[in-house]
Nanobody, 128 residues
């Protein structure tokens, strides 16, 4: 089955750090760009960051640029999101998936291929 499992979330104070992991299975991981998305209560799900197939190109939404770093280990089928200098506004459920495209500062939603279906997500809560 095509599946992603997010982990690494937790409760941290503002200014703290977390590293999220997304373990993918069921497809050839290296064939797909990957992205991180988040959804806070009462808000739409938004793209946070994405990374090209080979990891050479990365993109971030403006609100996290300079604080978050996306990376991937294709040998292990794992996508990471290192989150530093966390803010209360970062509080959300975080998900990984294959974006329709990965280019520029706007991270597109899944487009019907690759790791297209949402996993359960991992909760990130940043206290003020």
């Amino acid at each position: 089955q095509v599946q992603v499992v997010e982990s690494g979330g937790g409760l941290v104070q503002a200014g703290g750090s977390l590293r999220l992991s997304c373990t993918a299975s069921g497809l050839t991981f290296a064939d797909y760009p990957m992205g991180w998305f988040r959804q806070a209560p009462g808000k739409e799900r938004e793209g946070v960051s994405c990374i090209s197939r080979d990891g050479r190109y990365t993109y971030y939404t403006d609100s996290v640029k300079g604080r978050f770093t996306i990376s991937r280990d294709n040998a292990k089928n794992i996508l990471y999101l290192q989150m530093n200098s966390l803010k209360p506004e970062d509080t959300a459920m975080y998900y990984c998936a294959t974006p329709a495209y990965c280019f520029g500062s706007q991270i597109s939603m899944p487009g019907g291929y690759g790791y297209n279906d949402w996993g359960q997500g991992t909760q990130v809560t940043v206290s003020s």
